[in-house]
Every structure is written in C-alpha cells, then in structure tokens.
C-alpha cells in the first residue's frame, strides 16, 4: 500500500526522528510513519537527501522554485535586507522596497493592470481578489452581485474561499465550503471530451456552459469567473484554442470581471512573467501571482488589479479597503523579488524557458510509447504524464493502484523526484534546465514508469 501521494523513496529516514508534522495532503491513519523523502540540500535543479543522494527536482519545488536552487543573488539580497530593515508594517508605512518592486512588476503586466497589493502566498492572493470583487460591488451597490464561477479540476488554495473555488475532487473529502458562494463548471479537459467531437465543438460547448451558468444564476448576482489558464495540480489540464478568448467576451458581455490565477503560469514558467494575454490573448481584470514571483526562497504573492476597477471606486464616500496581512509586501520577500527578477532579466531567462521548452515537450512525449501512458501533455516547462488503463477508452488507473506514486517512488531511487496526482505525474523543473538534463530526467522518468507497470502486474492489478 502507498502511504502517501507525496514524496517516497525506499531510503527514508524519517523513522528515526520524532516527527511531530501535520503534513498537507497526508493521509492521517499513516501520520508519523509517513514515507516522505527528507530533502536536506539543493543545488541548481537538484535536491539531495541526508543520504546525500542526488535527486532532479522535476516538480521544481511546487512550480515555484523557477530559477533553481542556491542562487546567491537572491540569498545575499534576502540577507542584507534583514540586517537593514527586517520588517516595516503595510498598514501604517511603505518602503522603498515595496514600491519599487510593485512599479517594476506592472511594467510586465498587460492592459491597465497596474494596481499591486501583496500577501503572503498564493491562497491569500486568491481570497484577497475575491473579496475586492466583493468590497468593489459593496462599493458600487451592487450588494447582490457576490457570486463567483470557477470550473472543477481547478487549484486556488487551501483558504476557505480559495479552497471553495478549487474543484477537484479529493480535495473536496470531509471539508466544508461557501458552496452558497462559488459555483463550479465543469472540467474543460480535452483529454477526455466526447471523441465524437472536434476540439472547436468542446470549445464551443465549454463556453456555453459559462454563459448558462452566468443566466441560470442570474448576471446581476454574478460578480466574477476566476480561472487558472492551464488547470495546474488538476492534471496540467490546456483547455481548448479560443477557450480563454471566448470566456473572457462572455464575461465582458455580462458585466462579469474576470479573475485570471497565474500563481504557477506566471514567473517564466511559460516564457512570460505574465501570460495571459502574451500566451493565451486575455486580458484579465485582475492578475494573481505568488510561488515563481520569489522563486520559493521566501512567500509572497501579489494581486495585480485593473486601473479601470479602482477608477470606478473613486468619488465616492471615503471608503477603506480593511483587507490587508501582517507581511503584505514584506521588505525580505521583496528583496527576493526584486533579485528573483534580477536573475530572471540578467540570465534571459525567459527565452531560455522559450528556446528549451520545444525539446522539454517533445522529449516527454516520446514517453507516450509506454503500454499505461495514455496522455502526455504540457505547454512551456510545465507537463504532466496521464497513466491510463486503456489507451483508447482513457480510463484513468485506478485511483487506488497510487500509480505515480509508484512511479515517484522508483524514480527517487533512480534520482528523480516526480510530483505524483494519482495517475498522473507532474514535471515542471526549474527554468534553468537543460537539454542534457531533460534527457535525464525523461530517462528515469520513462525507466519508474516501467518499473511501477512491472510492480501493477506483478500484484495482478493489471494486464
Ligand atoms: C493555481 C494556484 N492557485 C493558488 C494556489 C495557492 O497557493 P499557495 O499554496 O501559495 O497558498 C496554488 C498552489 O499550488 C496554485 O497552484
């Protein structure tokens, strides 16, 4: 039995400590005797555990770790800035720091998004939009237009509300949410749409079911459509040509604002810092940032919001917008920022990420050959490898087989780690990659995937 959906790997040391964590995503009847894999250095896009042993980091932290590990750039920057000034407070005084980073990030974003407030990480971002849509409609007097479309198999947080918007499934065991509030569509997945239909017609399909929602609802009860442009940790999930276009006009046509969540597209991970209108011809009402945005050495995260939204704010009573955290704009994780960027600008890593990512791609999808790979898919450095047991009917495996953990389990051993979603496995390394390992990490990953298929059939689980 698989113990856990994270890491594992057969060289664990964790029975030796008394591990005292409540570890996200853990399955709690296994609580401290959980597999995981203690990561005790890294360097570049490797990790080593206490062993020493030599791991590549495949999911690049958490799709967030963009420009490698040990970047002493950012180190040096993170720790001048707390011998200058540890800590200022957001809601009484601003820095230098802060203000010159948030007048640098809008220089990347698109239309007259140029409004940044900061916090803490992604889910804050994502429950800090949601509640402006709200506060702006308060504001405006539209006290009935409060409720939020987001689309199953989405990912934006472990908050109340961010989780509320996320739709997939085992996320959904035993917690509560404002299900009065957020109103889920369904997946758009080409992978497993009706295979009568052209991807034009799923498209066409997936947008209609926005704009019944938005009727069914009511548009004056509306406030916004948030989404993810490639469903990240449901499964790296591209919706179809013209989707994200054509979500956008019916929004627009309903006086609806879209909320678009670039927490793991956002950061180079795509060739842009910001992609939803150079990758995906959106331009969004609001931006949500985090992960990339530090490159994981310290949390932050950002909402970018429309001019035009604050425009529509002013000349009216004197309103405060009382959302705010403790570290909104933290002058260390702006240090990180600031170098994070620095980095990026200096190393073109941007057009590193668009020269590398054709040979990314196409050297993962030669995995494709494989008896249980029914689906390799991804755009920039992101990718995820769908195990199925049929090829043509694309039965996903059985949720029980855990095969990517299987396969992360073997692939640690080889020296990879693999971020494993239940018959799926996630590849999304840092932005410095490149082609000599990317063929390493496509050869251990295609050597777990054989040994993991070896296992299955051996326990009679498949054939
Ligand atoms: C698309 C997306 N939105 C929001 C979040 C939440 O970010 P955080 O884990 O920093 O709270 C995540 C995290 O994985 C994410 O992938």
């Known amino acids: 039995m698989v113990k856990s959906q994270t890491t594992s790997s057969n060289r664990n040391l964790t029975n030796k400590l008394d591990d005292r964590i409540l570890y996200p995503g853990e399955y709690l009847q ?29 999911p690049g932290g958490m799709w967030n770790v963009n420009v490698g590990h040990g970047v002493k750039e950012i180190a040096d920057a993170i720790h001048e800035q707390i011998r200058k000034m540890p800590y200022a407070s957001p809601f009484s005084e601003s820095t230098e720091i802060a203000t010159t980073y948030a007048s640098r990030l809008v220089k990347y974003a698109p239309g007259d998004l140029k409004r940044v407030f900061f916090t803490s990480g992604g889910s804050p971002a994502v429950d800090s939009a949601l509640r402006f849509v709200m506060f702006y409609n308060n504001v405006r007097g539209l006290k009935e237009k409060k409720l939020i479309i987001s689309r199953h198999d989405a990912y934006h947080g472990s908050t109340y509300l961010s989780a509320s918007c996320s739709g997939k499934e ?4 035993n917690f509560d949410f404002a299900d009065d509030i957020v109103h889920h569509l369904s997946s758009p997945n080409p992978f497993r749409k009706d295979k009568n239909l052209s991807d034009e017609e799923f498209c066409d399909i997936k947008v209609k079911e926005l704009e019944d929602k938005i009727l069914e609802l009511g548009s004056d009860k509306v406030a916004a459509f948030i989404a993810e442009p490639i469903l990240a940790s449901g499964g790296v999930i591209i919706p179809p040509k013209g989707y994200h276009k054509k979500t956008l006009e019916i929004c627009r046509k309903h006086n ?42 310290v949390p932050c995260g950002a909402v970018v919001i429309s001019e035009a939204l604050m425009a529509d704010l002013d000349n009216k009573e ?8 403790t570290d ?104 410095i990659i490149k082609e000599d390992e990317i063929d390493e990490l496509v050869r251990i990953l295609r050597e777990g995937i054989i040994l993991a298929t070896e296992d299955i059939k051996k326990e009679g689980l498949w054939s």
């Open 30 to 58: 296994y609580r401290g005797e959980d597999n995981r894999t203690f990561i005790d250095k890294s360097e570049g896009v490797y990790l080593y555990d206490k062993t020493g042993h030599k791991m590549i980091d495949g």
């Open 328 to 431: 909104s704009g933290h002058p260390v994780a702006m240090a990180a920022a600031h170098a994070t960027l620095d980095f990026m600008e200096n190393n073109n890593l941007l057009d590193h990420v668009k020269k590398v990512a054709p040979y990314f791609q196409s050297k993962l999808s030669e995995l494709i050959d494989l008896p249980i790979v029914g689906d390799v898919r991804g755009a920039g450095l992101m990718a995820a490898v769908e195990c199925v047991i049929d090829k043509e009917k694309r039965d996903p495996l059985n949720l029980q087989y855990e095969i990517a953990s299987r396969i992360n389990t073997h692939c640690q051993n080889l020296g990879l780690i693999v971020r494993p979603l239940f018959n799926t496995c996630v590849m999304s390394p840092s932005l």
């Open 170 to 173: 085992r996320d959904k065991n």
């Open 318 to 325: 004197k309103v405060i917008f009382s959302n705010g955290f």
């Open 256 to 297: 609806i604002l879209y909320i678009s969540d670039e927490i793991v597209t956002g950061f180079g991970r795509l060739g842009h810092i910001m992609s939803s209108e150079e990758h995906f011809d959106v331009t969004p009402d609001i931006i949500l940032l985090a992960k990339g945005i530090t490159s994981g050495y």
